[in-house]
């Protein structure tokens, strides 16, 4: 049965959605109207990838949490279904937080999120009690199970906290079903902890899997935990981190640990730790497994520390990335936009062995829609150029650039220039591998981001900017001699069914 307040949040969606279509960007999935934050549940259902994400209709702020929904076939194209969770339960009243979702063998659909109830304490302190809990449905409609919570305090090891435990992951694997649920232990630091049942209702501890020792970060929330090209991979959310060189920035950032889970002590052995994107918004990814065999993962593109900074004038808060396939080469965590956008590709330019030396423009290269590859090395065999800059969504006022310099190694973006109203941070450099100065730069933008895969997928960074439409300039410059190729595609996706009604 639809509770009171979900339908609330369903008939104020059929109201409103229709009005926002012309501000959504083409193919990154928003709320379509108020807030969203992480990804929630997404999983192949009956033939479709489903996604749900943390959801707030009514404003663009945070606010009790809810679950919004939407489907594809392709992560290109998205429908948009009604919200699937509210608050609305003495176990969720102060929020269905992040979960994850699960087709079970006689083919409902299970999402598993983590219930919060918040107690005012004496002392005026606000405490937050969190839960697991589930709720089965048919892809449209869930009703929360009899039995919740499902995991709960009793259900944590020794000195685990019941307040900071939440954002379980479930996967199944043969007869048995995972899941990894972030906590923290007695000194604060962020714990995964594994757990696994026989039928996803009733769980059993298995193991802390990874630990944070309050070296990256503190808590780590949504984790997500896969095998990847013969290794093992946890992907975690810390909160309170402090920088790490320019590997790691502070606050709330993203880490890729990728090991070989030994199946004795049921714990990931670390070989590697690396950031997962390297830009400035991007949060709590979660990642599927395809019929194909391709695991794809989607991001929050956007940072909470920024998340209050929006554009008065739109009507949706929040973005989620483009999805990316993951794949590990060379021990690190590769990624690349899913191979389907190329379906998408529309009127193509290309340009060769461009020789840039001072500021150039090329014609046919705009636009805010786009999937362009630029290639750029020496143009001169005895002298390094010292820096190469792409500008996009430019004009007389407005640009972004993505700034490379051989001599360093790194890669800057500055969105100084790309319409926000608030003084936030607003650069990010990264080191990035280059084999004699060459360095691949693949840039998909839609209307409000830009998302840059470096190096076939070595690195990607994401950034959100509120540039006005009409700048949709693109120059390149260079300080010494630098020959570019450039692959430009505009994209041409409808997105419509989205806003049907
Ligand atoms: C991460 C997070 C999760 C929580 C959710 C609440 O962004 O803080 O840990 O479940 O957001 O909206």
Excluded at 38 to 44: C, E, I, K, R, S
Excluded at 376 to 388: A, H, L, T, Y
Excluded at 440 to 468: C, H, W
Aim: proline share 5%; glycine share 8%; hydrophobic share 35%.
């Amino acid at each position: 049965m639809t509770s009171k307040m979900l339908q609330k949040a369903r008939d104020f969606e059929k109201k409103y959605l229709p009005y926002t279509r012309a501000e959504q960007p083409e193919f990154h999935v928003t709320g379509g109207i108020g807030w969203i934050n992480d990804p929630n549940g997404f999983a192949p259902y009956k033939g479709e990838y489903h996604l749900f994400f943390q959801y707030y209709p009514y404003d663009t702020k945070w606010g009790p949490m809810h679950w919004g929904h939407v489907k594809t076939r392709d992560f290109i194209r998205w429908e948009r279904l009604p919200a699937a969770l509210a608050p609305d339960t003495e176990y969720d009243r102060d929020g269905c937080f992040s979960g994850s979702a699960v087709e079970l063998p006689d083919g409902r659909h299970l999402l598993m999120y983590t219930g919060v109830r918040s107690v005012r304490r004496r002392n005026g302190m606000i405490e937050d009690y969190q839960t697991q809990c589930i709720a089965i449905g048919d892809g449209v409609d869930y009703e929360k199970i009899d039995g919740n919570p499902v995991i709960d305090s009793k259900l944590l090891p020794e000195g685990g906290s019941e307040h900071d435990f939440r954002d379980p992951k479930i996967w199944r694997e043969g007869d048995t079903f995972y899941a990894v649920i972030g906590n923290r232990c007695p000194d604060g630091s962020g714990t995964i902890l594994l757990y696994q049942s026989k039928d996803a209702l009733h769980w059993e501890y298995v193991s802390v899997l990874s630990a944070c020792h309050n070296q990256y970060g503190r808590m780590w929330e949504c984790p997500d935990f896969f095998a990847l090209d013969g290794k093992n991979v946890l992907l975690v959310s810390p909160q309170e981190m402090t920088a790490i060189g320019l590997e790691f920035h502070p606050g709330n950032a993203n880490v890729c640990l990728i090991g070989t889970f030994d199946k004795k002590t049921h714990h990931l052995n670390r070989e590697m730790v690396q950031a997962i994107d390297y830009g400035l918004d991007f949060y709590a990814p979660q990642t599927l497994l395809t019929e194909d065999g391709r695991r794809v993962m989607i991001g929050w593109m956007q940072n909470w520390e920024t998340s209050s900074c929006r554009k008065q004038e739109l009507r949706f808060m929040g973005q989620m990335t483009l999805p990316r396939e993951l794949s590990i080469c060379n021990g690190r965590l590769f990624q690349n936009p899913v191979r389907e956008l190329e379906n998408y590709r529309g009127v193509k330019i290309d340009y060769r062995n461009v020789l840039i030396n001072g500021e150039t423009s090329l014609r046919g290269i705009s636009g805010r829609c786009l999937d362009m590859t630029v290639t750029v090395r020496p143009g001169n065999e005895n002298s390094m150029f010292k820096w190469f800059r792409l500008y996009v969504a430019r004009d007389g006022e407005h640009f972004t650039f993505i700034r490379y310099r051989p001599e360093t190694g790194t890669i800057k973006v500055d969105r100084t220039h790309s319409g926000f109203p608030h003084d936030i941070v607003d650069i990010r450099e990264f080191p990035v591998s280059l084999t004699d100065g060459m360095l691949k730069m693949r840039v998909i933008m839609d209307r409000y981001s830009l998302e840059l895969f470096v190096n076939d997928g070595e690195q990607a960074a994401s950034f959100v900017l509120y540039t006005p439409m009409e700048a949709s300039a693109i120059s390149f410059s260079s300080d010494g001699s630098v020959l570019v190729d450039v692959e430009k595609y505009d994209l041409e996706i409808d997105n419509s069914a989205a806003f049907e009604e």
